[in-house]
């Protein structure tokens, strides 16, 4: 059935600028029909009304694990080698468990129902059933996105690794298949190769294979850490750089949608192949800080042609608020700009909104912005609590509530669903 959703607008058409609109957005089926700033007098169509609140588009998130979701907000100590180790690792191993991962995934779920997010790419762990029952929650909880069911047979704990390619292979085909078959329509599978050092070349040559034959996408994760560079260099001393080692097998953008977190390092030719390819990069300034991997050059990515969108890499990051991710991508860019280069400046709350959004979006097709024919995510804020004796406009409104509002929206619609 149609409906009005009343409140103040605000999107990004643009890099760098934000639109705001007070009006009445006409919902039909999942996306946007039109956009109105007359009041529809005598029409018999439900209005929501939400009067002066701030409505934006829904978030997409780029990149988090929920099978780290347990410890989210400990072991911010380590860098990125020991922290797979000593925390991820064993932490993921418990997901053999379907009934762990029933309660576990289920307080993961709530808590990213309650946020801002309405999309998101997921890394699961490598257990075929317990992904499927993140699948079947995330689907339940009304939330779109790709979920990912890892692939490990190399240099990860004896506990914790897929015995055999063969092994990787069958599983990772039964998977896909029990997708198609439990009938997701909200969500779907994306291929979760963990990061080149995990999964070994026949392996990565075989996923590209279920790639193309069965049209899937990929994620995983790139240039984090000079250590980890390093230990991709000395495995595949035959490729020029980090990202090549994905391209050989097709797993590279271009034909295969591919998402790769961090790019922190990326040389000339790895950035070249990325924008080539249609790379989307996930950047994730709170977990770079946390464990320590640097500072990516975001705003030369966002202004020069890169496709990039914002990732909580939960639980390397510490929160599924993606408000607080853009404030942290906000003060990472001055930083960067400050003591490495000055060749862009800081990012702004204009360019993450867009980041978070329309950035990200991209990713899933027509989402992020309040156009007819986009897909119609939002999100209502409560500015509740950020009372004052001044007046703001629009992004003043906005710019507080990314570095003092909960995170938590009073109202969350997806793919015009009302979920919260």
Known sequence: MPYYVKGL?????EIGQIRARRG??????DCLAAFRTDAPEGSQTPILDFGDQLILPGFTDLHLHAAQYAYCGTAMDVELIQWLRDYAYPEESRFADPAYAERQYALFVRDLKASATTRACIFASLHTDATL???RQMEEAGLRGYVGKLAMNRNCPDTYREPSTEEGVRETERWLDACDAMGFSRVRPIL????????TDDYMAALGRIARERNVPMQSHLSENRDEIAWVRSLCPDTRFYGEAYARWGLFGGDCPTVMAHCIYSGEAECALMKQNGVMIAHCPTSNENVIAGIAPAARYLRRGWRIGLGSDVSGGHTLNLFAVMMAAIQNSKIYWRYVSQLEKPLTV???LYMATAGGGRFFGKVGLFEPGYQFDAVVLSEAGLNS???FSPLERLERYVYRGSGNPQ???CAGERIV
């Not at 607008?9 to 058409?13: A, G, M, N, S, V």
């Not at 979760?192 to 999964?199: D, E, K």
């Open 192 to 199: 979760t190769p963990r990061f080149i050092p995990s999964v």
């Open 389 to 391: 004796t001044r007046e």
């Open 350 to 352: 204009a360019d993450t």
């Open 411 to 413: 109202a969350k619609f």
């Open 24 to 29: 009445w957005a006409l919902v039909e089926g």
């Open 133 to 135: 029952i993140l699948m």
């Open 9 to 13: 607008f605000l999107d990004t058409p």
